[in-house]
């Protein structure tokens, strides 16, 4: 059971949006602690997407965007690619667990 | 560019101690800077944090894994290493270090421990 929260699946055809929601409570995201989303890739390494809700690193397309809303953050997709079909995880940190480290459980992204 | 490469035995015995080395090039691991953290995957799970540590002296562990993990550093040699003890089939997976301070970036290729008799 992971303290944040990811629907296990979305889809969506070339072209389109989704949206990935990681949810969680007032220890964690509603606390003001940074959310960040990392992309795997079948078969890599996960790479960091999204930093600090909305910050892109170099090299990471404007078509990913993230947000933040109290206890949840989203990452955006916009003009899907076959390419992005990949899992996304989301990651805080969380006062009950001594500010620890804590991940979602990963949402599989299918691009139909 | 900094690049992280973990090494180790692929195969462990349940009941002996897993250990892992991360080597960095690129940075240095006592910059201060940065933490420096392992992160693991499970077959069919997810991402499972297993502890960090910060060259200025702070370390901490998942409270899950905690009685039995251990990181320790090797400044001669820009490593860092892991050591789970007890391990069991639980315990098999992909293992990864990374380098965070604003996320998890950027991160080893990843080393499978499998677990088993």
């Known amino acids: 059971q992971s303290v944040l929260t990811q629907p296990p699946s979305v889809s969506g055809a070339p072209g389109q949006r989704v949206t990935i929601s990681c949810t969680g409570n007032?220890?964690?995201?509603?606390?003001?602690?940074?959310v960040h989303w990392y992309q795997r890739l079948p078969g890599t390494a996960p790479r960091l997407l999204i930093f600090?809700?909305?910050n892109r690193p170099s090299g990471v397309p404007d078509r990913f965007s993230g947000s933040k809303s109290g206890t949840s953050a989203s990452l955006v997709i916009t003009g899907l690619q076959p390419d992005d079909e990949a899992d996304y995880y989301c990651?805080?940190?969380?006062?009950?667990?001594?500010?620890?480290?804590?991940f979602g459980g990963g949402t599989r992204l299918t691009v139909l | 560019q900094v690049q992280l490469q973990e090494s180790g035995p692929g195969l462990q015995k349940p009941s002996e101690t897993l250990s892992l080395t991360c080597t960095v090039s690129?940075?240095?691991?006592?910059?201060?800077?940065?933490?420096w953290g392992w992160i693991r995957q499970s077959p069919g799970k997810g991402l499972e944090w297993i502890g960090s540590?910060?060259?200025?002296?702070?370390?901490h562990y998942s409270p899950s894994l905690e009685s039995r993990v251990t990181i320790s550093v090797d400044t001669s040699n820009n490593q860092f290493s892991l050591k789970l003890t007890s391990v069991t089939a639980a315990d098999t997976a992909v293992y990864y270090c990374?380098?965070?301070?604003?996320?998890?970036?950027?991160w080893g290729q990843g080393t499978l421990v499998t677990v088993s008799s």
């Open positions: 690129g940075d240095s691991i006592n910059g201060g800077r940065y933490y």
């Open positions: 540590f910060s060259y200025t002296g702070s370390s």
């Open positions: 990651q805080s940190y969380d006062s009950k667990l001594s500010h620890n480290v804590v």
């Open positions: 007032n220890y964690n995201i509603g606390a003001g602690y940074d």
């Open positions: 990374a380098r965070h301070r604003f996320g998890f970036d950027p």
């Open positions: 600090g809700y909305t």
